[in-house]
């Protein structure tokens, strides 16, 4: 629905156009909001086309905030796959306001944004179940709060844009204070909290819940150091029946393709593969290029852009199960095995091996695993390593190390803990638990630790690095923006 009913000054908002041009130009279709948002399937269309934004994983989920979030770290880096410059720019930290990858995550944020706005301002209006339509607002709410959550982490004062723009002078919007931006974020997420369902129904998946909002606000609230109401947040969820969301037993299950709706998947983007339409989640982009064989003598088209450092794949420790389902170094597709340097392969799916555009698996963004690491770092920042906290660590270990979840066991439970070494082994189950899930660079610049620890390994980050330069396009449109420090 979106391609044919954005309005030109949404695009403006983004970017992708000046305003000059929206004030000769006539709309091309006949679908206006006029004869529009009309039905109950007007407003559920409205509000799909907001999870589309989400789905289009080539610029948000999961490649667009992968190349800032994962590959700018000590997890990635650049595959003989990579040409563009601007991404070798990003690894190196040599990045700057010109950089079209930086560009295309930002306008699509608001590009989505815009869409959810629509949807939250559009839907009151309709006529139908009061309750069905607080679901859908809360949704769109939901979405918009979580992009909101990535843009302010990731550029820090941003233009906070929450209704349609309907006149020259709303093209034009200013960067909004930090403060402003994250109080959007909670009243957002707090409404979904209040409206939306606790858990889908398998007809609904994919669909934002009141647990995805409490899962969220919690990790909004551990980022402002907020860690009383992280805590809290956190529980709401950790306290739900195992029936609803639960820590998987095997951490191999969490992402196969025939287990795609898992209760351990608070939140995920939901990829539709093999359809015939290459709408899934894309393999190409992280697979060996020309190495892996089929029978016939043809090679898996892989591309090897992006991969992994080896330095993450010897980090973990041994026996640890994750790293067989996070890397892979060997493979038979039919034609022979064959060896090759560490890829990803936590999202591998081999029924899409012929199609690579049409892998199934979801994107997690928000994963039980990562409210039980959310709850054990705000308990720690409160009163240190309480056995609370300790045991919410352990869970993720034992699973790690094919042990019962719920059994204690010394081989790989961590106790005795200093305050400040149980923050570095949160931090270390994090990557482990989480490498290609786009969280490392948000969790070294979260806790501080970006630049000092990144110089371990030969990566210099400069101090205004903690933050990404706004894209030069916005700012030569918008005269009302200005850059981050730092940048040129």
Same mark, same amino acid.
């Given at each position: 629905?979106?391609?044919?009913?954005?309005?030109?000054?949404?695009?403006?908002?983004?970017?992708?156009?000046?305003?000059?041009?929206?004030?000769?130009?006539?709309?091309?279709?006949?679908?206006?909001?006029?004869?529009?948002?009309?039905?109950?399937?007007?407003?559920?269309?409205?509000?799909?086309?907001?999870?589309?934004?989400?789905?289009?994983?080539?610029?948000?989920?999961?490649? +667009?905030?992968?190349? /800032?979030? @994962?590959?700018? $770290?000590?997890? &990635?880096?650049?595959?003989?796959?990579? %040409?563009? =410059?601007?991404?070798?720019?990003?690894?190196?930290?040599?990045?700057?306001?010109?950089?079209?990858?930086?560009?295309?995550?930002?306008?699509?944020?608001?590009?989505?944004?815009?869409?959810?706005?629509?949807?939250?301002?559009?839907?009151?209006?309709?006529?139908?179940?009061?309750?069905?339509?607080?679901?859908?607002?809360?949704?769109?709410?939901?979405?918009?709060?979580?992009?909101?959550?990535?843009?302010?982490?990731?550029?820090?004062?941003?233009?906070?844009?929450?209704?349609?723009?309907?006149?020259?002078?709303?093209?034009?919007?200013?960067?909004?204070?930090?403060?402003?931006?994250?109080?959007?974020?909670?009243?957002?997420?707090?409404? +979904?909290?209040?409206? /939306?369902? @606790?858990?889908? $129904?398998?007809? &609904?998946?994919?669909?934002?819940?009141? %647990?995805? =909002?409490?899962?969220?606000?919690?990790?909004?609230?551990?980022?402002?150091?907020?860690?009383?109401?992280?805590?809290?947040?956190?529980?709401?969820?950790?306290?739900?029946?195992?029936?609803?969301?639960?820590?998987?037993?095997?951490?191999?299950?969490?992402?196969?393709?025939?287990?795609?709706?898992?209760?351990?998947?608070?939140?995920?983007?939901?990829?539709?593969?093999?359809?015939?339409?290459?709408?899934?989640?894309?393999?190409?982009?992280?697979?060996?290029?020309?190495?892996?064989?089929?029978?016939?003598?043809?090679?898996?088209?892989?591309?090897?852009?992006?991969?992994?450092?080896?330095?993450?794949?010897?980090?973990?420790?041994?026996?640890?199960?994750?790293?067989?389902?996070?890397?892979? $170094?060997?493979?038979?597709?039919?034609?022979?095995?064959?060896?090759?340097?560490?890829?990803?392969?936590?999202?591998?799916?081999?029924?899409?091996?012929?199609?690579?555009?049409?892998?199934?698996?979801?994107?997690?963004?928000?994963?039980?695993?990562?409210?039980?690491?959310?709850?054990?770092?705000?308990?720690?920042?409160?009163?240190?390593?309480?056995?609370?906290?300790?045991?919410?660590?352990?869970?993720?270990?034992?699973?790690?190390?094919?042990?019962?979840?719920?059994?204690?066991?010394?081989?790989?439970?961590?106790?005795?803990?200093?305050?400040?070494?149980?923050?570095?082994?949160?931090?270390?189950?994090?990557?482990?638990?989480?490498?290609?899930?786009?969280?490392?660079?948000?969790?070294?610049?979260?806790?501080?630790?970006?630049?000092?620890?990144?110089?371990?390994?030969?990566?210099?980050?400069?101090?205004?690095?903690?933050?990404?330069?706004?894209?030069?396009?916005?700012?030569?449109?918008?005269?009302?923006?200005?850059?981050?420090?730092?940048?040129?």
């Amino acid at each position: 629905m979106k391609y044919f009913f954005y309005s030109l000054l949404l695009l403006v908002v983004s970017g992708l156009t000046s305003c000059k041009k929206f004030l000769v130009e006539n709309p091309k279709g006949t679908l206006t909001d006029n004869n529009f948002y009309k039905t109950e399937a007007d407003a559920q269309a409205a509000v799909t086309s907001v999870y589309d934004g989400l789905n289009d994983q080539w610029n948000i989920y999961y490649r +667009g905030i992968y190349l /800032l979030a @994962e590959l700018t $770290t000590d997890n &990635a880096e650049c595959g003989i796959g990579v %040409a563009n =410059a601007y991404i070798r720019a990003l690894k190196a930290y040599t990045h700057g306001p010109v950089n079209d990858r930086i560009q295309v995550l930002y306008q699509s944020l608001y590009a989505t944004i815009a869409d959810a706005n629509t949807a939250i301002d559009k839907i009151p209006a309709i006529n139908f179940d009061e309750g069905r339509k607080n679901k859908l607002i809360g949704q769109a709410k939901f979405v918009r709060g979580l992009l909101y959550f990535n843009l302010v982490r990731l550029f820090g004062p941003v233009p906070l844009v929450l209704h349609p723009v309907t006149d020259v002078a709303g093209a034009y919007p200013s960067r909004e204070p930090v403060d402003n931006v994250y109080r959007q974020i909670i009243t957002d997420l707090q409404y +979904g909290e209040l409206y /939306l369902d @606790e858990a889908n $129904t398998a007809a &609904a998946a994919g669909r934002a819940t009141s %647990a995805a =909002a409490s899962g969220l606000l919690s990790k909004v609230y551990l980022t402002l150091g907020k860690y009383d109401s992280a805590k809290i947040e956190a529980k709401k969820v950790l306290d739900l029946p195992a029936s609803e969301y639960a820590l998987l037993d095997n951490y191999f299950n969490i992402f196969s393709p025939g287990n795609r709706h898992n209760k351990e998947l608070v939140f995920a983007v939901e990829n539709l593969g093999n359809t015939g339409s290459a709408n899934g989640f894309a393999l190409a982009l992280f697979l060996p290029r020309s190495t892996i064989k089929f029978a016939d003598g043809t090679y898996l088209g892989g591309n090897s852009a992006d991969v992994p450092t080896t330095e993450f794949y010897n980090s973990f420790k041994a026996g640890d199960l994750r790293k067989d389902r996070t890397f892979f $170094t060997q493979y038979d597709a039919g034609g022979g095995l064959v060896t090759f340097q560490p890829h990803w392969f936590k999202f591998f799916d081999s029924s899409a091996l012929t199609n690579l555009g049409e892998g199934s698996l979801e994107y997690p963004v928000i994963r039980y695993a990562d409210l039980l690491l959310t709850y054990a770092e705000s308990i720690n920042e409160i009163q240190g390593p309480t056995a609370e906290a300790l045991e919410a660590v352990n869970k993720i270990r034992r699973r790690a190390f094919g042990k019962g979840i719920n059994t204690p066991d010394v081989s790989v439970d961590l106790a005795g803990l200093s305050q400040e070494a149980f923050r570095d082994s949160i931090l270390n189950e994090r990557r482990w638990e989480f490498g290609f899930e786009d969280h490392r660079w948000f969790d070294l610049v979260r806790t501080g630790k970006l630049i000092s620890l990144l110089a371990t390994k030969g990566i210099t980050v400069n101090s205004y690095n903690v933050l990404f330069p706004l894209p030069q396009a916005e700012i030569d449109v918008n005269k009302n923006l200005t850059q981050n420090d730092g940048y040129k």
